[in-house]
Each structure stands twice: as structure tokens, then as C-alpha cells.
């Protein structure tokens, strides 16, 4: 069964780093999402993104947030400074349609930890 | 903004015992409605959806949900649990104004043997 993957699975960073998360979404979905759920808590939206540009975003995702898809499989999250509170899981998701019309497939999480 | 609340944060039963999980949203218009779950250490999994057509949706592992319009709720039911459906629970809604996928804040379900 097709899925989503990301890596790392776990990326510890200092404060000011900047990080690269990397995702695979499935092979012909074409919309693409990035959640992220602090510890303990909800799973937020930070952006989605369709036809080489962002569809919408969050207040979460401000400058310090970017995302590309550089070839035809890779989807990327860049945080360019990384602050504490960034830590998080981060999901990466796909969905073959817009969410109007398809659920989204998740990935296993990528666990960023910032020290 | 629109929200999602799930009403119960932690829920204990018993094995054998019945579910039911409260979602509601508020949003008027359009929506796609979606019960995700989370077992521990795992990412997260679609139990079932809900676009159109018959409002008792069902999905895998025995689980079914009810859109009920006038409520504006779309909760979550298992007739007889079993200790493997410990987990976090998550509805979410996609509201037809956005591209994103809108997420209540979870209920963990303990399941005791």
C-alpha cells in the first residue's frame, strides 16, 4: 500500500539552526500538507500546498517557515532558525484531490527536538 | 475562527464495553468531516470519512460515525471495544472556504483487559 514517508524520524538541533524536514507524499496525490502537534497537544496546520505553490497557510507559518518541492517526489519543510518552541512532531500529508474531495495520507512524524 | 472541540480529553473503559466519542465544529457551510486515530508511537490513520450521501458512515475496525447536520456533530461510536483500540482519537473537518484539514484537539481512549 502506498504511503507517506518522511526523515528523519528524529532531528535534534540547537537553538538558530536551521533544519530541513523531507517528505515522499504518494506518488499521484497532488495537494500536500505540513501539521505539526507540540507534545501533549493538537494537531495544527501550518500550510498546504498545490500546483508548485502554497494553497494556504497558517499564523504559525511565518518567515522563519518555508516549503518546496524541489524535484518530482521530494516535498521539504525548512524552519531557518529554529527557536524552542518549534519543537514538535511534524507530519507531512498528501491527498490525491483537494481536502474537499479526498482525505489526506499521513506520514510517520518527524520528532524535532531544539536544545 | 472555525473550530473543532471533542468533547471528553481522556476517555477509561473496559474491554467489551460501548464507544462513543462527541466531535463538533463550527461552520455553517460545507464540510467534510473525518475521524483520524493515532496509536501510540504511530502516525496517524483515517477510521473513515464522511463527503456525502448517507450520514451513518462506517470504517474499519468495527468503528462508525453520525453526521448530524443540526447538531453540527460527527460523532464517533464502537459497539464493543477491545484493548487494541488504545489510542488518541481525532476528528477533523475540512471546511469547504480552505485547503486544509482542520483538527479537533483529540481524545485518548484507554481501553482496560
Known amino acids: 500500500e502506498p504511503e507517506v514517508t518522511q526523515t528523519p524520524s528524529h532531528q535534534v538541533t540547537q537553538m538558530g539552526q536551521e533544519v530541513i524536514l523531507r517528505c515522499v507524499p504518494i506518488?499521484?496525490?497532488?495537494?500536500f500538507y505540513w501539521y505539526r502537534q507540540i507534545l501533549g497537544q493538537k494537531v495544527e496546520f501550518l500550510v498546504s500546498?498545490?500546483?508548485?505553490?502554497?494553497?494556504?497557510k497558517s499564523e504559525i507559518f511565518d518567515d522563519q517557515f518555508s516549503v518546496e518541492r524541489p524535484d518530482g517526489s521530494n516535498f521539504t519543510l525548512k524552519i531557518r532558525s529554529t527557536k524552542l518552541e518549534d519543537s514538535a512532531m511534524y507530519f507531512c500529508?498528501?491527498?490525491?484531490?483537494?481536502?474537499?474531495?479526498?482525505?489526506?495520507?499521513f506520514g510517520q512524524g518527524t520528532r524535532l527536538t531544539v536544545v | 475562527a472555525q473550530s473543532v472541540s471533542q468533547h471528553n480529553h481522556h476517555v477509561i473503559l473496559s474491554e467489551a464495553a460501548s464507544l462513543e466519542l462527541g466531535c463538533n465544529y463550527s461552520?455553517?457551510?460545507?464540510?467534510?468531516l473525518f475521524w483520524y486515530v493515532q496509536y501510540p508511537g504511530q502516525h496517524l490513520q483515517l477510521l473513515l470519512k464522511?463527503?456525502?450521501?448517507?450520514?451513518l458512515v462506517k470504517g474499519i475496525k468495527g468503528f462508525e460515525a453520525e453526521f448530524i447536520k443540526s447538531k453540527f456533530s460527527f460523532n464517533l461510536r464502537k459497539p464493543s471495544v477491545q484493548w487494541s483500540d488504545t489510542a488518541e482519537y481525532f476528528c477533523?473537518?475540512?471546511?469547504?472556504?480552505?485547503?486544509?484539514?482542520?483538527f479537533g484537539p483529540g481524545t485518548r481512549l484507554s481501553v482496560l483487559p
Open positions: 461552520y455553517g457551510g460545507t464540510v467534510n
Open positions: 500546498f498545490y500546483n508548485n505553490e502554497i494553497s494556504e
Open positions: 506518488s499521484n496525490h497532488l495537494y
Open positions: 500529508a498528501s491527498s490525491e484531490q483537494g481536502p474537499m474531495n479526498t482525505e489526506a495520507f
Open positions: 464522511y463527503f456525502s450521501g448517507d450520514p
Open positions: 477533523a473537518v475540512n471546511m469547504d472556504y480552505g485547503q486544509n484539514f482542520v
